[in-house]
């Protein structure tokens, strides 16, 4: 089974930016859609950025991080990265990654905090 272990969050003043990574385990990650996650205080957690697996080159992102959070991946590496710009204190959350399509049952790490705040 694939493990993730996230880094990169800290405490960030609004309109600052991150760069969120996060190593993979194992042999197979290339071949795996990748998402990034986040659960904020009280909410659901919810997929905020995903990619195609290899080397396709498929993004998708929730509306409200569209034009400010890139996704990428390095499989070379088992790394993933979430560049953050711009990012406001509704940003603020854990922020996990995990296969695009991932459920409760699987793996998951201890994420990373983002804190947004001035």
């Known amino acids: 089974q694939v493990q993730f272990v996230e880094s990169g969050g800290t405490l960030v003043q609004p309109g600052g930016s991150l760069r969120l990574s996060c190593a993979a385990s194992?042999?197979?990650?290339?071949?795996?859609?990748m998402g990034w996650y986040r659960r904020a205080p009280g909410k659901q957690r919810e997929l905020v950025a995903s990619i195609g697996p290899i080397t396709s080159r498929r993004t998708n992102y929730a509306d409200s991080v569209k034009g400010r959070f890139t996704i990428s991946r390095d499989n070379a590496k088992n790394t993933v990265y979430l560049q953050m710009n711009s990012l406001k204190p509704e940003d603020t959350a854990v922020y996990y990654c995990?296969?695009?399509?991932?459920?409760?049952?699987?793996?998951w790490g201890q994420g990373t905090q983002v804190t947004v705040s001035s």
């Open positions: 995990n296969k695009e399509v991932a459920t409760d049952y699987d793996y």
């Open positions: 194992g042999s197979t990650f290339r071949f795996y859609a």
